[in-house]
Antibody, heavy 116, light 112 residues
Framework: EVQLLESGGGLVQPGGSLRLSCAAS????????MTWVRQAPGKGLEWVSA????????YYADSVKGRFTISRDNSENTLYLQMNILRAEDTAVYYC?????????WGQGTLVTVSS | DVVMTQSPLSLPVTLGQPASISCRSS???????????LNWFQQRPGQSPRRLIY???NRDSGVPDRFSGSGSVTDFTLKISRVETEDVGVYYC?????????FGQGTKVEIK
């Protein structure tokens, strides 16, 4: 059974940093590109970032470019999102998603709240 | 960026009646490999999104056959042949052809 388990969310002050993790199981993680999607409270889905199978290719939404870094550890079956210089508008549930062009499985999400 | 425009944004439907959601893209979604990467997701209240349809018209395993996807190039549609109570939620289209990927605004389906 495919499982994606996000962790690392929490309350952080504006300007602070946080690292999200997504532990994958039930499939060959190293064979799939991966995506982060976020959803602000009461709002729609926003694509954030994606990474290829070998980490050589990464993509970012303009809203996070230069502040967020996506990475992966295929030996640990884990996807990461390093988030720096956090802003109030980054407050959202962050989902880890398998795939990039026709993404299929979603994690349960982890809530990031940026507030003083 | 490719803009995905859904309509309507709110869709009250009578149980057992059909429903249709439109999704239009600002650019062609046909990729150089010939595929069109237009996907539909359902998000029930309090749940993570779930994929229903991929590459325009391919229904995911376990998705009832009352759901269907159609369209081409820039104009796409998700249809529910007979709405049931469990279909209540928000539906999103998403393009996987161009970077950055983008979602539609979402269409909220509710029972009248």
């Amino acid at each position: 059974e495919v499982q994606l388990l996000e962790s690392g969310g929490g309350l952080v002050q504006p300007g602070g940093s946080l690292r999200l993790s997504c532990a994958a199981s039930g499939f060959t993680f190293s064979s799939y590109a991966m995506t982060w999607v976020r959803q602000a409270p009461g709002k729609g889905l926003e694509w954030v970032s994606a990474i290829g199978v070998s980490s050589t290719t990464t993509y970012y939404a303009d809203s996070v470019k230069g502040r967020f870094t996506i990475s992966r550890d295929n030996s640990e079956n884990t996807l990461y999102l390093q988030m720096n210089i956090l802003r109030a508008e980054d407050t959202a549930v962050y989902y880890c998603v398998r795939g990039v062009s026709w993404p299929d499985f979603w994690g349960q999400g982890t809530l990031v709240t940026v507030s003083s | 960026d490719v803009v995905m425009t859904q309509s309507p944004l709110s869709l009250p439907v009578t149980l057992g009646q059909p429903a249709s959601i439109s999704c239009r893209s600002s650019q062609s979604l046909v990729y150089s490999d010939g595929n069109t990467y237009l996907n539909w997701f359902q998000q029930r209240p309090g749940q993570s999104p779930r994929r229903l349809i991929y590459k325009v018209s391919n229904r995911d395993s376990g998705v009832p056959d009352r759901f269907s996807g159609s369209g081409s190039v820039t104009d796409f549609t998700l249809k529910i042949s007979r709405v049931e109570t469990e279909d209540v939620g928000v539906y999103y289209c998403m393009q996987g052809t161009h970077w950055p990927r983008t979602f539609g605004q979402g269409t909220k389906v509710e029972i009248k």
